[in-house]
T-cell receptor, first 116, second 110 residues
Framework: GAVVSQHPSRVICKSGTSVKIECRSLDFQATTMFWYRQFPKQSLMLMAT?????????EQGVEKDKFLINHASLTLSTLTVTSAHPEDSSFYIC????????????FGDGTRLSIL | QKEVEQNSGPLSVPEGAIASLNCTYS??????FFWYRQYSGKSPELIMSIYSNGDKEDGRFTAQLNKASQYVSLLIRDSQPSDSATYLC??????????FGTGTRLTIIP
């Protein structure tokens, strides 16, 4: 099945640090990838849709200047949390799927971000 | 607003019994439905996808879809302790975004 790799799996850093998370599709090309955030005991909330070669589409309430997304190739999307603060601590998960819109999304292993 | 609703649980089922998880969705035009399993601290894992009315079986798992009633369910036969997890129902609405329910926490009691 489709494999999505996400790195790093865990980050602990000081407030004010910028953190970059990578999401790679290993055995397929993904023109679209998705970034989610999940707080404890809550469901996944879509943050943004990453589009290869164009600007990301952000969900309402998500600051685009805070969460920078770059999708420079068909197999790699990155999410950078800029000047992270403790309230940004969360579980960040990327996903990618097939080229058809009704195909299921496959998730990376997630990145647990802890801002001290 | 497009919504996906699940009973948050927790749902406790004895080992070996059938676990039944339910989900309703708001958009009658939805065509794609998925069940994901998420263990604590891990990312979601695709269990089943279903696109047509009726049942779809895969091993111990059966997904059931009823578009007229706008519900989709997941049955787990011969429940095992390893099935204990949160099960997320997800629907692709017309705008092609995957929308998740809040998840049902399932506990299989040995």
């Amino acid at each position: 099945g489709a494999v999505v790799s996400q790195h790093p799996s865990r980050v602990i850093c000081k407030s004010g640090t910028s953190v970059k998370i990578e999401c790679r599709s290993l055995d397929f090309q993904a023109t679209t990838m998705f970034w989610y955030r999940q707080f404890p005991k809550q469901s996944l909330m879509l943050m943004a849709t990453s589009n290869e070669g164009s600007k990301a589409t952000y969900e309402q309430g998500v600051e685009k200047d805070k969460f920078l997304i770059n999708h420079a190739s068909l197999t790699l999307s990155t999410l950078t949390v800029t000047s992270a603060h403790p309230e940004d601590s969360s579980f960040y998960i990327c996903s990618a799927g097939g080229t058809l819109s009704n195909q299921p999304q496959h998730f990376g292993d997630g990145t647990r971000l802890s801002i001290l | 607003q497009k919504e996906v609703e699940q009973n948050s649980g927790p749902l406790s089922v004895p080992e070996g019994a059938i676990a039944s998880l339910n989900c309703t969705y708001s958009d009658r035009g939805s065509q794609s439905f998925f069940w994901y399993r998420q263990y604590s601290g891990k990312s979601p894992e695709l269990i089943m996808s279903i696109y047509s009315n009726g049942d779809k079986e895969d091993g111990r798992f059966t997904a059931q879809l009823n578009k007229a009633s706008q519900y989709v369910s997941l049955l787990i036969r011969d429940s095992q302790p390893s099935d204990s997890a949160t099960y997320l129902c997800a629907v692709i609405f017309g705008n092609e975004k995957l929308t998740f329910g809040t998840g049902t926490r399932l506990t299989i009691i040995p």
